[in-house]
């Protein structure tokens, strides 16, 4: 790292990212991980691409989830986060669509997230990690149909 990046990579962390100071004069705010953790899963999902997030079991958990009247999905499913006083840092796992290049889709992923967690929050995202953990195939929409009964 040059002299230069490492100077502005500290002035950067001395600042609280976006556009209004998270401390101030009048009193400190602090924003929770599930908040963080929401609006990352929200801004993942608005990219054209993502079929949906979270790993195998956690997709199937959500399943059995929505099937219970009242009960909604976890907008933090497949989001892990970890926040400070001035940065957060985010975890993302995603089930993309087939055909879809996935270093494009990363890189959508990655700054629609950045600019709602910074816009929203005022915090500085230092690093997003995305691991895509399966590919959504089109035929796997047909599996979701309820299977006829093998025995009445």
Do not use: C, W
């Not at 009048?26 to 929401?38: M, N, S």
């Not at 990690?129 to 025995?151: G, K, M």
């Amino acid at each position: 790292m040059t002299t230069a990046t490492k100077q502005s990579t500290e002035d950067k962390a001395g600042q609280a990212g976006g556009t209004g100071a998270l401390v101030t004069e009048h009193g400190t705010t602090t924003v929770a991980d599930t908040v963080v953790q929401k609006i990352a899963g929200l801004a993942a999902r608005e990219v054209a691409g993502v079929h949906a997030l979270g790993g195998g079991a956690a997709r199937a958990f959500n399943a059995l989830r929505e099937r219970i009247p009242g009960a909604t999905a976890s907008a933090g499913q497949g989001v892990s986060v970890e926040v400070g006083e001035k940065q957060a840092a985010v975890d993302l796992q995603l089930l993309v669509e087939y055909g879809v290049s996935i270093a494009d889709l990363a890189r959508s992923v990655r700054r629609n997230v950045i600019t709602a967690i910074e816009r929203m929050t005022g915090l500085e995202v230092v690093e997003v990690n995305i691991n895509v953990t399966d590919i959504h195939l089109p035929e796997d929409d047909s599996d979701e149909q309820p299977q006829p009964a093998r025995v009445q």
